[in-house]
């Protein structure tokens, strides 16, 4: 079936209906497969304007009634996984395996954060004043901006909206131009929920579709008291100090140079695995994708051959077969951008249309030039070390710092690596590879990776405000450090 029949079947079947002048493209063959209406910059005010409305109520229900919202669109997403991750197949066009894993993972943060909605806690602090009790509270922050990436097209907004609902937010989401539709659909599901939840203020989930002007009008209004941010980095670039200038707070996540390291002593096999998904899974467009391969010299040329081996047999094709491990590039720049950093780059012709490329292999010796940048796309340097340390001043010899690992058995080097003076990276591994993190722990970089924590651990505090309170139960007025102000 054409991309274009099978989205609307989808669309149809997931409840979206309309169309308008943002036109959506499958990478499948480059035809149009549905369209919304574009959001003009008076209904990106307004949206926030009822998002602050939203806000006022939703900060005072109790969260694990909160809670009970986003339990709801976990049921939905999971009544819908198989179309929903259909539609994020034919829109953004990673395989099916990996949109399936897509929707999984928005269900994961949904019931993360439901038990999360219980778990918002504070501390309790020693006074050094008698009869005195000193706490930390946290209260909802106000409404988040969510600005998406077209990679991830629906997981990222869950990241965000799953946390934020909890935390008393109200969500106003920019996805990206190129996957207009998968969040058109998950904005219907979410309106399902909302109607059998029954009381949720109006302006609570929005959604505002369009490009660049659209993101910079949420970015600009004071209403967003947190904007979220995945995208380049020179997106990132343009909003931090966009929001930083009206004192708002952003929490960014950008681009990625990761790279992985494979000793001496490294189980080949599982590393060979881990270095396939990690490189050519997505196509490369992945922000976790393995770029640089950082291997010792004593056995490099035995693994490079096997990867190259690899590498020339994964199955480049329509995403939507079963045997394809690679589909299509999102687009022609995004071919471009790849034939740019490696001029060796062919396209692959599968039927009429899409930009298909096979992963590649470039051996290295040196770090510079495009080496040091993302480019979106399946190229995988390989650089050859000598001594550990060097792996390791290799490894964070980066502008980015978001993902690595290291394949070894040794556990010198294993704890070496994910020490202070290991990897610099927001996320550090050890025999798997750079992709495919788990809900449960805080996902982000550092460095002009852009320095947000989003999903689990503790990255919840980024959509509440602290509240420090010292409470005096006694009958005298004992100032603190001891100061005697009286008359
Ligand atoms: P992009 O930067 O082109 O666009 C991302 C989003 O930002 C889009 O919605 C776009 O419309 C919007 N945008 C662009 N400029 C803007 C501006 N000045 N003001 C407001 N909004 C603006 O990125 P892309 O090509 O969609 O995605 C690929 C990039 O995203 C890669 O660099 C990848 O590493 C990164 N990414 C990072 C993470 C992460 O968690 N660190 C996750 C996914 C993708």
Redesign the pocket.
């Known amino acids: 079936m054409s991309p274009a029949n099978e989205a609307r079947e989808l669309l149809s079947q997931l409840g979206v209906g309309g169309s308008g002048g943002l036109e959506s493209r499958s990478p499948i063959d480059g035809q149009v497969i549905g369209s919304v209406a574009e959001s003009t910059s008076t209904e990106v005010s307004k949206a926030c304007e009822r998002g602050q409305a939203a806000f006022l109520q939703w900060r005072n229900v109790p969260a694990p009634r909160r809670g009970e919202l986003v339990r709801l669109i976990g049921e939905e997403l999971r009544a819908a996984k198989e179309p929903l991750a259909r539609l994020v197949t034919l829109e953004a066009g990673k395989i099916v395996q990996e949109g399936l894993g897509e929707v999984q993972e928005m269900i994961d943060i949904c019931d993360y954060a439901v038990g999360l909605s219980r778990q918002l806690y504070g501390l309790s602090i020693a006074s050094e004043r008698p009869n005195h009790r000193m706490i930390e509270q946290w209260h909802p922050l106000g409404v988040v901006g969510v600005?998406?990436?077209?990679?991830?097209p629906v997981a990222?907004w869950a990241w965000n909206a799953a946390l934020a609902i909890v935390c008393g937010d109200p969500v106003i989401w920019?996805?990206?131009?190129?996957t207009p539709l998968t969040a058109a659909a998950v904005m219907a599901l979410a309106e399902r929920a909302l109607q059998k939840f029954g009381d949720a203020p109006d302006g609570l989930l929005r959604c505002v579709q369009g490009?660049?002007e659209?993101?910079?009008a949420?970015?600009g209004s004071h209403r967003i008291a947190l904007l979220s941010?995945?995208?380049?980095?020179?997106?990132g670039r343009?909003?931090g100090p966009r929001v930083a200038e009206r004192f708002g707070r952003s929490l960014l996540?950008?681009?990625?140079n990761n790279a992985m390291i494979v000793a001496p002593s490294a189980d080949l096999k599982l590393a060979e695995r881990a270095i396939l998904f990690s490189a050519a899974g997505t196509a490369g467009?992945?922000?976790t994708t393995l770029r640089r391969l950082i291997v010792h010299e004593s056995i490099a040329d035995g693994l490079v051959a096997r990867l190259r081996e690899l590498f020339a047999r994964v199955n480049v094709g329509d995403p939507r077969d079963r045997g394809t491990l690679v589909g299509p590039l999102?687009d022609e720049a995004a071919f471009e951008s790849m034939r740019q950093a490696y001029p060796e780059t062919e396209q692959v012709k599968i039927g009429d249309g899409g930009f298909y490329v096979r992963p590649a292999i470039v051996e290295i010796d040196r770090q510079q030039g495009m080496v040091r940048q993302?480019t979106?796309a399946p190229i995988l340097y390989v650089l050859r070390y000598r001594e550990f340390e060097e792996a390791i001043d290799l490894n964070n010899d980066v502008v980015q710092g978001?993902s690595s690992s290291i394949f070894t058995n040794d556990m010198k080097e294993a704890e070496r690596f994910v020490t202070a003076a290991g990897s610099d990276c927001g996320i550090a591994n050890v025999n798997i590879g750079t992709s495919g993190a788990e809900i449960g722990g805080a996902?982000?970089?550092e460095k002009e990776?852009?320095g947000g924590r989003?999903s689990g651990s503790d990255s919840w505090r980024a959509y509440m405000r602290r509240s420090t309170n010292t409470i005096n139960y006694g009958n005298d007025l004992p100032l603190a450090q001891g100061i005697e102000f009286g008359v």
Do not use: H
Not at 147 to 152: L, P
């Open positions: 600005i998406t990436a077209f990679n991830f990222v920019k996805p990206s131009e190129k490009g660049r659209v993101g910079e949420l970015v941010a995945t995208g380049s980095t020179a997106m343009a909003v996540e950008l681009g990625g467009q992945r922000c999102i993302e979106f978001l996902f982000g970089g990776t852009g989003e």
